[in-house]
């Protein structure tokens, strides 16, 4: 599993700066909290923090599918904080969008080749505060191929795990 987020860290360390990531320091494991696994970095422009989990149940008719993951990260660089993400396992259908339900309440993101966000900083704090309050996410998608999936993830230790990246990246 550690394998797999430092990896995790090298993808999206490329997302954030448009190009390699220039990592001066190694990833560190910042804590757990039920699914979620919290680290930092830090990159030419500041510290990186984020709280990545997988999973604990995926649906679909898919023969094969790569990493499936969401984060939500705060970055000096970018100037950004809490800022959600979904990584599907495969490329979302051109022009897609998908849907994330929380305790019946219902959020869109835009998609753009196997990533997914929400349109800006406002409706990441919905949906970060709507995790808060959740127990478990559903976040449904549409592959290129129009195969549908439907990936649930555990909310448990998501509060607590916020709290650890916010210290982590305080000051």
Not at 4 to 29: C, N
Not at 82 to 91: D, I, Q, R
Not at 132 to 145: I, L, P, Q, Y
Request: hydrophobic letters at 40%; a positive charge; proline letters at 2%.
């Amino acid at each position: 599993m550690r394998r797999f987020i430092f990896l995790l860290v090298v993808l999206m360390g490329w997302t954030i700066s448009g190009g390699p990531p220039a990592v001066a320091e190694a990833v560190k494991h910042v804590g757990t909290s039920g699914k979620w696994l919290a680290y930092k970095f830090n990159e030419k422009g500041g510290r990186v923090c984020y709280l990545a989990s997988a999973p604990v149940r995926s649906e679909g008719k898919y023969t094969r599918r790569g990493d499936i993951y969401v984060l939500v990260t705060h970055s000096r660089a970018a100037k950004s904080r809490g800022v959600v993400s979904v990584v599907a396992g495969y490329t979302f259908a051109t022009d897609s969008e998908v849907e994330v339900r929380i305790s019946g309440r219902k959020f869109k993101m835009f998609t753009q080749d196997d990533r997914a966000w929400t349109e800006n900083g406002k409706a990441d704090a919905k949906l970060v505060q709507a995790m808060k309050r959740g127990m478990k996410m559903e976040v449904r998608g549409r592959s290129s191929r129009g195969t549908k999936t439907r990936d649930i993830y555990s909310l448990k230790g998501f509060t607590a795990g916020m709290r650890m990246i916010d210290k982590a990246c305080a000051g």
